[in-house]
C-alpha cells in the first residue's frame, strides 16, 4: 500500500480533495534532479481547506479517478511550524 503526502489545491467536490504530491527525477542522461508534481484525487468525509498537507493512501476505487483516500490523522496547515 503506497502512502504519499502533499499538498491539497482543491476541495469544491463532495467528498473529495484534490492533493498534489511533488517529487524529485533524475534525468537519465545529464543526471539533473528535475522537480515533478502529480495531482491525485482522494475521497474524504472530513471538511479540509485547501494548502493543507495531507496524507494520502492507495485505496479500491471510488470512481473512474479517485483511488485514493486521505489518511485521518492530525492535519498540518501549510505555513505553520
Same mark, same amino acid.
Given at each position: 500500500? &503506497?502512502?504519499?503526502?502533499?499538498?491539497?489545491?482543491?476541495? !469544491? %467536490?463532495?467528498? =473529495? +480533495?484534490?492533493?498534489?504530491?511533488?517529487?524529485?527525477?533524475?534525468?537519465?542522461?545529464?543526471?539533473?534532479?528535475?522537480?515533478?508534481?502529480? &495531482?491525485?484525487?482522494?475521497?474524504?468525509?472530513?471538511?479540509? !481547506? %485547501?494548502?493543507? =498537507? +495531507?496524507?494520502?493512501?492507495?485505496?479500491?476505487?471510488?470512481?473512474?479517478?479517485?483511488?485514493?483516500?486521505?489518511?485521518?490523522?492530525?492535519? &498540518?496547515?501549510?505555513?505553520?511550524?
Amino acid at each position: 500500500m &503506497k502512502i504519499l503526502s502533499g499538498k491539497v489545491v482543491s476541495n !469544491k %467536490m463532495m467528498n =473529495t +480533495v484534490v492533493v498534489e504530491v511533488t517529487g524529485f527525477k533524475v534525468h537519465p542522461m545529464y543526471g539533473k534532479r528535475m522537480k515533478r508534481n502529480v &495531482k491525485f484525487h482522494a475521497h474524504t468525509e472530513d471538511k479540509i !481547506k %485547501m494548502g493543507e =498537507t +495531507v496524507k494520502i493512501q492507495e485505496c479500491k476505487p471510488f470512481s473512474k479517478t479517485k483511488n485514493w483516500e486521505v489518511i485521518p490523522e492530525k492535519i &498540518k496547515k501549510h505555513g505553520s511550524a
